[in-house]
């Protein structure tokens, strides 16, 4: 499957290359280049997400040591690192309502990746003008992060396919690895948290990560 997942954009590139060799302009040039760093751009993506898939698996060594972390400080970062590319799709990005007390005892630059992952999904398949929100609770004694969209969702039928590695729904404009949301589950299968899909308030999509009580709750 990764070998497939890279042989895509690779075999995009080649000709990629003769077209800049051959360009007979400077205008036609700049366009031949600009196709092939986007094609480097796509099969860099792969590999990273690759490689972070691979860093999550259970045999992967060394671990960091565990550490607490605060789920709304890891929603405020997310959201802050993805306000550029929210901006640049007119997408209203910001954390609705974050509880101090939610803390998780796990890695905390894979529970980074787990909120960006996330973030970055909504956002790439928000239209134009719609919203992301990110809320952070506790409940019963656990806590939970939780991405809402005003996307067109998915049906209820197909939620449970898209963590599979390399899925992607047929129907989808936005380029991407299909390796997203499978990250997102290997890191909550690593921390014992759960992910709910449902529909979101918002009138798109809503994925919540439920994290165990913590030991002394």
């Given at each position: 499957?990764?070998?497939h ?20 302009s400077?205008?036609?040039?700049r ?6 760093r986007?094609?480097?751009?796509r ?28 789920l ?5 970062r ?31 630059a ?24 990110l ?6 004694g656990?806590?939970?992060l ?19 590695r ?10 991407g ?5 499978a990250?997102?589950?290997?890191i ?20 919540r ?9």
């Amino acid at each position: 499957d990764a070998a497939h997942e890279l042989r895509t954009p690779l075999t995009a590139l080649q000709p990629q290359v003769p077209l800049t060799e051959r360009a007979g302009s400077p205008e036609e040039r700049r366009a031949a280049l600009a196709e092939l760093r986007q094609g480097l751009i796509r099969a860099s993506h792969v590999v990273q997400q690759l490689l972070t898939l691979a860093r999550q698996e259970p045999s992967a060594t060394p671990r960091p040591a565990p550490v607490t972390v605060a789920l709304a400080d890891l929603a405020a970062r997310a959201a802050a690192d993805h306000a550029s590319l929210a901006a640049a799709r007119d997408i209203d990005l910001g954390v609705a309502d974050a509880d101090a007390e939610a803390r998780v005892t796990g890695d905390a630059a894979a529970l980074a990746t787990l909120a960006a992952n996330l973030v970055d999904n909504a956002i790439r398949y928000t239209p134009g003008g719609g919203r992301v929100d990110l809320t952070v609770g506790v409940e019963g004694g656990a806590a939970w992060l939780e991405v809402a969209d005003s996307g067109p969702g998915i049906p209820e039928a197909e939620r449970g396919r898209v963590f599979d590695r390399f899925y992607r729904r047929h129907d989808t404009p936005e380029p991407g690895s299909g390796l997203g949301l499978a990250i997102v589950q290997a890191i909550a299968d690593r921390h014992g948290a759960c992910i709910t899909l449902g529909d979101s308030p918002l009138g798109g999509l809503s994925a919540r990560v439920s994290f165990p009580p913590a030991a002394d709750s």
